[in-house]
Structures are given as C-alpha cells and as structure tokens.
C-alpha cells in the first residue's frame, strides 16, 4: 500500500472518533498508534490492575479538583457546583428534555430533576411545551443562565490551573487524545444500558455489542 493511500485511511479511522479533527491531534493519534505493543497481551488480573490504577489516579485529580471548585463557590457565595455541571451540560446539548440532560449527566432521575427544578425556579432555564410531544417538556439556557456560566467559568479556569499545575501542556493534550475515544464509548454505553442489571451491562460490553 503507497504511504500516501495508508494516510488517507488513518485520517478516515481518526475522523470517526474525534470531534475536532485538526493536524496536530492527529499526528498524536497515528504516532500513539506507533508505539511498540507488547509481544503477548498482559493477563486479565494485570490488565485489571492496571485499568484500576488509572482510574483510582482520575479519581482522585477529579476529587482534587471538585474540592477546590466547591471551595470556590462557596468563597464567591453563588450557588452550588452541581447547578454549574448541569448549566455547562445544558449548554453542550442545546434545547432538550430533561431526561436527555438527566442522562447526559449520569444521574439518577431524582436528582437530576431536584438539580434541574432549582434552576427553572432560579430563572436560569426556560421550560417549554415540547411542539412535537405536547406531554413532553424542552428545556434550555436562558440569558440569566448564562450569566451564572460566566461567573463559574471565571473560577473553574483558575481551579483548572490548580488542578494541573506544573504539567505540560503537551502531557495534556497526549492525555486528552489517548483517553477521548474511552470517554465518548463509555458514554454512549453508560447512558443506554444505565437501567439494565450489571450481568446484563458486562456481557452488553464485554461481547462488543456496540
């Protein structure tokens, strides 16, 4: 196959699963691809290890950078964090219905109802008959709403910049693009098999009936 034709279906196979398809991001993604893989494939206990060694490290910068951005928000005195994670989720998705933002959110349909009806009553989004399903409700952000984004946005940049202090830019960018494809699979599957029982998620998953 000439060098030029195998370019042209690595930029195929890289479109598919990055939302902003630039140059940059994908000279990482083939050069990542590149990488010697090792002889034989790790066994399942190491594999297992391993996946719970990087998600123990996620979890815990995650947790780092939740504490910092509550303790912001309380210093500031504007409403809780959860109110910021559903207005930004909200903004990301556009007009729906509160069980898409629900969904998008990984939460439990209490929760995020309680979450979304303070917002409705804060005068952040606005709620409208849906013209397609008159029993159906769509929500957005409204100018107020945005608003409030600013002012979180303000303070979740400078908590961002605690978060990753002293790392640089590009072990963040190669993070970024080695975990995104993880990201969006896991999301999509999250959210269609969140009320099917476990057995039924792990076989769903682990099967690859994607």
Same mark, same amino acid.
């Given at each position: 196959?000439?060098?030029?034709?195998?370019?042209? @279906?690595?930029?195929?196979?890289?479109?598919?699963? /990055?939302?902003?398809?630039?140059?940059?991001?994908?000279?990482?993604? *083939?050069?990542?691809?590149?990488?010697?893989?090792?002889?034989?494939?790790?066994?399942?206990? !190491?594999?297992?290890?391993?996946?719970?060694?990087?998600?123990?490290?996620?979890?815990?910068?995650?947790?780092? *950078? /939740?504490?910092?951005?509550?303790?912001?928000?309380? %210093?500031? #005195?504007?409403?809780?964090? @959860?109110s910021?994670? *559903? &207005?930004?989720?909200?903004?990301?998705?556009?007009?729906?219905?509160?069980?898409? &933002?629900?969904? %998008?959110m990984?939460?439990?349909?209490?929760? #995020?109802?309680?979450?979304?009806?303070?917002?409705?009553? @804060?005068?952040?989004?606005? !709620?409208?008959t849906?013209p397609?399903?008159?029993?159906?409700?769509?929500?957005?952000?409204? =100018?107020?709403?945005?608003?409030? &984004?600013? !002012?979180?946005?303000?303070?979740?940049g400078?908590?961002? !910049?605690? $978060?990753?202090?002293?790392?640089?830019?590009?072990?963040?960018?190669d993070?970024?693009?080695?975990?995104?494809?993880? @990201?969006q699979?896991?999301?999509?599957l999250?959210?269609?098999?969140?009320?099917?029982?476990?057995? =039924?998620?792990?076989?769903?998953?682990? $099967?690859?009936?994607?």
């Amino acid at each position: 196959m000439k060098p030029v034709v195998q370019l042209v @279906e690595e930029w195929t196979a890289f479109e598919e699963i /990055s939302e902003q398809p630039t140059v940059e991001a994908f000279c990482r993604y *083939y050069l990542q691809k590149q990488r010697p893989k090792p002889k034989q494939a790790g066994k399942k206990g !190491e594999r297992i290890m391993n996946g719970a060694y990087l998600l123990k490290t996620l979890g815990r910068i995650l947790s780092a *950078y /939740s504490l910092y951005f509550r303790s912001a928000v309380n %210093y500031i #005195g504007i409403p809780p964090a @959860e109110s910021f994670y *559903y &207005l930004n989720g909200l903004l990301h998705l556009g007009e729906v219905r509160k069980s898409d &933002l629900i969904n %998008y959110m990984f939460a439990e349909t209490t929760t #995020g109802m309680e979450v979304i009806n303070r917002l409705i009553r @804060e005068e952040k989004i606005d !709620e409208r008959t849906s013209p397609d399903d008159k029993r159906a409700k769509l929500i957005k952000v409204n =100018q107020k709403g945005h608003a409030a &984004l600013d !002012e979180y946005y303000k303070i979740s940049g400078k908590v961002v !910049e605690m $978060t990753f202090k002293g790392i640089d830019d590009e072990i963040l960018i190669d993070c970024y693009e080695m975990l995104k494809y993880c @990201e969006q699979r896991n999301s999509s599957l999250a959210i269609e098999l969140k009320n099917k029982p476990f057995d =039924q998620m792990y076989e769903h998953i682990m $099967t690859d009936k994607v």
